[in-house]
Every structure is written in structure tokens, then in C-alpha cells.
């Protein structure tokens, strides 16, 4: 069969044209997007009266079985088609006959690519919030048995204050929940109907807009023809959204790697979540967060491969946009993939709290407490403070004692001013309960902190 473009050509195409030329290989992935479109294009169609109910009906029913033949593997992908469009209208035509040709009036490729691109990536963004949903709900979980287990919270990578550990997850989610509202915003904004802009300038038969859009789904049609077919912002969101959350799926991915190393010991990995060595048989590696921490890199490249196809084309729709999908679809898949191991691994982490808290122990995690006692009790200027901090912990350090642990006698030697009281603190969850603003490290205001985070998952 001829290429259904063909009537102005000559002479058929070279073979490594169909190669170079060819999207089919990637967007067939397409095809159910393609077709629901086309559904409801004919369905309008009919409904017009662009053409006849009866023709519409034909046409809904034939690309109903060639959606079957897909999803059934009977369907022969030939390259010579191009596209997934030309594969399916080619196929309907097969099934109907002529009238499968009346398909693709007041349409183009352009306005049909731009429509089921759009469509897969609003419905990727569900699936992906909805495992981000997930993704929060667990840490929550873990982090509800852990308010009063003690870590050392780092600045630097160096030990700085005393935290609790649900504290710590926290703030991951807080950034998760940001890459929720990221992309619940993006599907929010781009849910918008393609379709009806035909190559760039809008179509002369009495289509209605609207009622597509009602059929597929979207919130309304697009603003201007021109825009709409070369408008791929939609695309580039998805892209910066999924790289800004692999991005913190990588920063947490980085710690559990530490955390599970001998050096640290604060937690452990289920062995379904771990690999082993081919050649050391005592090794139990986080394979799942390095390669978390990994994929981060190829979903950056996406990004900045589609900005870059973009950044030069003048309007409105140009060949170089056939490469705006495969950066696309393996991000998606790589964000799909990365969140669905992520969950059950984070769910079957074994936590070593004993660990966590010795870890406190190291680094005079409290020595900011006794700033903070200096000036509040003693009304000394805090670089004074400071100093006279920066004294105990060198005293410590000659004891070989961490500064919580430093006699009351040993603090006083140092400046009569200490009173007492500054037993009271100076132990690590002293220390840590003594951040009450809001948004703070204590064991209370972290509650309040998963609170707000349980009520924000009922609302997502």
C-alpha cells in the first residue's frame, strides 16, 4: 500500500529514508492514546455532521478492533508507516474499507501527535503522583516509631546537633510532597485539548472543540493553533519534574548508602532489597539506592536533550520535535521504576537506634546548648559565648568525654558564671527537645510535623 501522503511524489522512498524518518519503532507506544483520540475525533465528526453518524460508527467500531489487535499482538508494525497514526489509520482502512479515509478530515499528524503525547503524559503524571502519594505515606509510617530516636543531624557531613530520626525523614517528605503539588500542577495546567488545530492554523470544517475535549477528558482546548502544535512545554515539565524528584530520591538514596555502611550502622537493608559479591561472600551492597542515585544522571540528560531540540525552532510544528519522545518515555518508565523499588525497600529497612544514638555522642552535639545557656541565663554576648564554649569542648577532648558527659565542677572551672541547672541541658535529648520553634527537632514539634503530613495525605 502507498504512503497516505504519497500523491504528490514521484518516486517511492529510499529505504534508509523509512529508517532515518521513522518514529514507529518509539511511538508505537502511542497506540492507545492514538486511538481514543481518533475515537472521539470520529465521534465528533459524526456528530456535525462532517460526516454520517453511520460513518462514525464505522469508524469507532474499527478502531476499536485495531486497538484489539494490538493489545493482542496480531498487529503487524510496518516502518514503511512511519508513525503510529499512519500505522493505525492504514489498518482501519484495511477493516472498513474507503470510508476508513474519511478519518483524518479536519486533522493533521501535527495536532494528533500533540494530542496523544499530551494524553501520556498527563496520565504518566497520575500514575506518578500516585506512587509519590505512596512513596510519603511510607516514610510517614517509619518515621511515626522513631520521634524520640536520637541521630546526629550534619552540616558538612560533620556531626552538628542532636535530631530525632523521624525528624530526619520529614524532611524528606516535605520535599516529596513538593514534587507531588509539582506535578499535580503541571497535569492541571497542560490537561488542555490539542486536537481540532490541525496543521497550525485551525481547520474550515465546523468542528467542536469542546465535545472532544469532554470525550477525552480535558479540562478545555487549547488558546491559539499556531502555539498548540508546537507546544511542547508539557513535555519539558514532566522532564524537570521527574528530574527534581530523582534528584531527591538521589539525596536520600546517598545517605542510606552511609547509613548502611559499617561506619555508620544506623540502618540495615532487607536481603530482598540487597545484592552480594561475586567474588567477597561476606558483602551485602545497596545496590538499590546506588542505582537510584544513579538513574538520577540519565533523567538530567533527558531534560537538557529536549531543551536543547527545542531552544532554536521557529512556528510552528518542525521534524527535529520527532525526538521529543524517547527522553520522555525513559524518564517515565525510570521514574515508575525508581518509586516502586524504593517503597517496599524503605518499608523493610531495619532501624539501629542504639547506633544512631551512640553516633550522638560524637562531635559535642550539645556544645551549641551551652552557648544558647550562656547568653540566655548568664547574659553573655554570644561571640563571648561562644569562646567559652569552644573551651569546654577543648576540655572534653582532653578527657576523652563528650561534652554532655563533662562534670558539673569541669564546666564551672571553666566560667563561674555556670550555674547548676546546666545539667538539665546538656544531655542529647535535652538538646534535641530544646527546639521548639516551629518546625524544629523536638519530639513534639515533629509530631506536629507528621500531622500535618497525615492530614496533607488524606487531602493528595
Not at 162 to 190: Q, T, V
Amino acid at each position: 500500500m502507498a504512503k497516505l501522503w504519497s500523491g504528490r511524489f514521484g518516486e517511492n522512498s529510499a529505504s534508509l529514508l523509512d529508517e532515518f524518518n521513522a518514529s514507529l519503532p518509539f511511538d508505537k507506544l502511542l497506540y492507545a492514546q492514538d486511538i481514543d483520540g481518533s475515537i472521539a475525533h470520529a465521534t465528533m465528526l459524526g456528530a456535525q455532521g462532517i460526516i454520517t453518524p453511520q460513518e462514525a460508527n464505522t469508524l469507532c467500531e474499527g478502531l476499536k478492533q485495531v486497538k484489539s489487535e494490538i493489545q493482542e499482538g496480531k498487529f503487524i508494525f510496518d516502518i514503511e508507516d512511519e508513525d503510529i497514526h499512519m500505522a493505525v489509520e492504514k489498518r482501519l482502512t484495511q477493516i472498513v474499507g474507503d470510508v476508513g479515509g474519511k478519518l483524518h478530515t479536519a486533522r493533521s499528524r501535527n495536532d494528533q501527535v500533540a494530542l496523544d503525547f499530551r494524553l501520556y503524559v498527563i496520565q504518566s503524571n497520575k500514575q506518578i503522583t500516585a506512587l509519590l502519594r505512596q512513596l510519603i505515606q511510607t516514610l510517614h509510617d517509619l518515621a511515626t516509631a522513631h520521634t524520640d530516636s536520637l541521630m546526629p543531624g550534619m552540616t558538612h557531613l560533620q556531626h552538628a546537633q542532636p535530631i530525632n530520626f523521624a525528624y530526619h525523614l520529614s524532611a524528606y517528605m516535605a520535599m516529596f510532597m513538593r514534587d507531588f503539588e509539582r506535578f499535580d500542577s503541571s497535569m492541571k495546567r497542560n490537561n488542555i485539548l490539542p486536537l481540532g488545530c490541525a496543521a497550525l492554523a485551525g481547520t474550515p470544517h465546523k468542528v467542536d472543540r469542546q465535545h472532544v475535549a469532554k470525550l477525552l477528558g480535558f479540562d478545555g482546548v487549547s488558546l491559539n493553533c499556531l502555539d498548540t502544535v508546537s507546544d511542547r512545554d508539557f513535555a519539558l515539565e514532566v522532564l524537570f519534574n521527574i528530574s527534581t524528584m530523582m534528584m531527591h530520591i538521589s539525596r536520600l538514596s546517598e545517605e542510606l548508602v552511609l547509613w548502611s555502611s559499617a561506619e555508620f550502622g544506623f540502618v540495615t537493608f532487607s536481603d530482598a532489597y540487597s545484592t552480594g559479591s561475586s567474588i567477597m561472600p561476606q558483602k551485602k551492597n545497596p545496590d538499590v539506592p546506588e542505582l537510584l542515585r544513579g538513574k538520577s544522571g540519565r533523567v538530567f540528560g533527558n531534560l537538557m536533550g529536549l531543551l536543547t531540540v527545542l531552544k532554536g525552532l521557529p512556528l510552528a510544528y518542525n521534524k527535529d520535535m520527532q525526538e521529543d519522545k524517547e527522553g520522555v518515555f525513559d524518564s517515565v518508565q525510570t521514574a515508575l521504576i525508581s518509586l516502586q523499588i524504593l517503597i517496599p525497600a524503605l518499608a523493610t529497612l531495619n532501624i539501629n537506634v542504639s547506633k544512631m544514638r551512640a553516633a550522638c555522642k560524637v562531635g559535642h552535639l550539645s556544645a551549641t546548648d551551652l552557648a544558647d545557656y550562656l547568653v540566655q541565663k548568664c547574659q553573655i554576648p554570644f561571640r563571648q559565648a561562644h569562646h567559652i564554649t569552644g573551651r569546654a569542648v577543648a576540655l572534653a577532648e582532653e578527657d576523652g568525654c563528650d561534652l554532655s558527659e563533662l562534670s558539673i565542677e569541669k564546666l564551672k572551672s571553666i566560667d563561674e558564671r555556670i550555674g547548676d541547672e546546666i545539667a538539665q541541658c546538656l544531655p542529647l535529648e535535652a538538646s534535641m527537645n530544646a527546639r521548639t520553634s516551629e518546625g524544629g527537632t523536638s519530639t513534639n514539634r515533629t509530631k506536629e510535623q507528621l500531622d500535618f503530613i497525615a492530614s496533607w495525605l488524606k487531602r493528595a
